[in-house]
């Protein structure tokens, strides 16, 4: 290949990299916890203590106080595939319900607190609630909060029916964004929760998942500080298995990108 062609060509790729680098970037919604890897056919329920961690999330049930006594270790418990309280998908719930509403972890209220492993903040998509057992509608308090614990957002949803089977919710525009910690309480009739999805702008996947500290094996996703197997994703510093990405220092398996310092292959 003659030196005029090969410019040709990389000022061609160059051409079609900036575009794609100036292409507007688009929130993903991310679904932190669904549960599925808990599921198991039997009828009975099942308790898996008092935290589960997945990609770099954070559930936790956390101790409920029984003033003057101990306060009582709470757990996260999943019903099995065959149990009378299934809802169509393997879920959580808290072990404890209150006797009587109130907000979470307020006082003897029962509560479940979702959070980032790192600390750092994160937006709020959705999440899929069901009553506990078929009887009446239930209803969840929620709270997003700071890295201070200052209140951000609150808010409450019931669902349309007290039977067994999940609503998704949205927090869109409800002001849970950029909260470090989401805490809601588990108070009559009792809930079960699943698919909390959060937002991949603000933090999801933690430091496992799409966007967050870590990506696809990483130490970073797409847009972030590391890509597939690289020091970053497309449009950061590497791309997957070189030292920069599309656009970037180095393309795949060399040291230059499409666009970059050299094609694929490298020097």
């Known amino acids: 290949m003659n030196r005029k062609r090969s410019s040709r060509i990389l000022g061609a790729l160059s051409a079609v990299v900036f575009t794609l ?3 507007p970037s688009h929130a993903v919604p991310v679904v932190a916890f669904d549960f599925e890897n808990l599921a198991i056919d ?3 329920s099942h308790r898996w203590g008092t935290n589960l961690t997945n990609d770099g999330w954070s559930l936790t049930t956390p101790p409920v106080p029984m003033p003057p006594f101990e306060p009582l270790p709470n757990f996260i418990e999943t019903y099995g595939l065959q149990h ?3 809802a169509g998908s393997t879920a959580a719930h808290s072990a404890i319900s209150s006797d009587s509403p109130g907000p979470p972890c307020a006082d003897t209220i029962p509560c479940v607190v979702f959070e980032r492993e790192d600390g750092q903040p994160f937006s709020m998509e959705s999440i899929d609630i069901s009553v506990q057992e078929n009887g009446s509608p239930t209803t969840v308090d929620f709270e997003g909060l700071d890295e201070d614990g200052g209140l951000v957002a609150s808010t409450s ?6 039977s067994l089977g999940f609503q ?6 409800l002001g849970f964004e950029n909260i470090v910690r989401l805490q809601f309480n588990s108070v009559p009739p009792g809930n079960q929760f699943d698919n909390i999805t959060v937002n ?4 999801a ?13 990483g130490t970073a996703g797409m847009g972030g500080t590391a890509g597939m197997g690289g020091t970053a994703g497309m449009g950061g510093m590497a791309g997957m298995g070189g030292t920069a990405g599309m656009g970037g220092m180095a393309g795949a398996g060399g040291m ?3 666009g970059g310092m050299a094609g694929m292959g490298g020097f």
Do not use: R, Y
């Open 21 to 23: 680098l100036a292409l």
């Open 42 to 44: 039997d009828d009975i």
């Open 84 to 86: 009378p309280n299934f």
């Open 157 to 162: 949803f019931t669902t349309d029916s007290g």
């Open 168 to 173: 998704t919710f949205p927090f869109a525009g």
């Open 200 to 203: 991949s702008e603000s933090g």
């Open 205 to 217: 996947g933690g430091t496992g998942g799409m966007g967050g500290a870590a990506g696809m094996g």
């Open 256 to 258: 230059g990108g499409m």
